[in-house]
């Protein structure tokens, strides 16, 4: 409950700072707030995460810089750095929150100097399905942006696939599945799924053929239209 609590007044914060726009949520806690938009829908599944991840899009598109390391400072995050890399994490007690860039081409940077709101972000692949397909919903009454449920289920596939310890990989491939399977029963939602993977790189989407051929292969073969 602190966590969710904490979760909440962190958007409170950055949506009165006139930052949250800026943001997209990812990562666990889209589930949460998936499953107030569609009514609260038991069959979107909830996972307890301790991480709080943004994407970033860039450019971002804002005339005026923000101090956003100020505004998490006052939240009782304080800022950690891992080396030799340098990426960023802002830690709390309760809950850790980082955040995330679409990584450009053969990008091998390790983090990426975000000016205009004064952190420096992860580059990592596969982030442009996300950004390309952002809706706005409104959570406990906060104008919020997180990606298309459809799509954050396939690019969680994906990811899926990269993951070396067996229980993430087991954790990411059925709550991806769930999600996916819900998108099902919501014709937009799936209209854009079977777009998004008709449309991506062959290489893309055989990692999410070859996951679905394991859990649920009629979902598969009607994702392929």
Known sequence: MQQKN?????LTSLSQHEILNDLV???GWCFIVYREHFGNSHLI????????DFLIPTPVKRSNTADLPAVLSNLGFDLAIAYPDGVEK?????LELEFMVPARGEAVEKVEFVRKLGVKAQPLRYMSLLVENIMVTRFRG???RVPRPSVFAI???IVST???VPEKRKRDEESALSLLQFCKKVPSEWILAVHTCDTMP????QRVAGVLERLDSVLLKNLKG
């Open 202 to 205: 062959t290489g893309w989407f």
């Open 25 to 27: 949520l990812i990562g």
């Open 45 to 52: 599944p909830v996972l307890r995460t301790l991480d709080i």
């Open 142 to 144: 906060i104008e919020l």
């Open 162 to 164: 990269y993951r070396k």
């Open 6 to 10: 904490l979760f909440e007044q962190t």
């Open 155 to 157: 690019h969680k596939l």
């Open 90 to 94: 802002y830690v709390h007690p309760e």
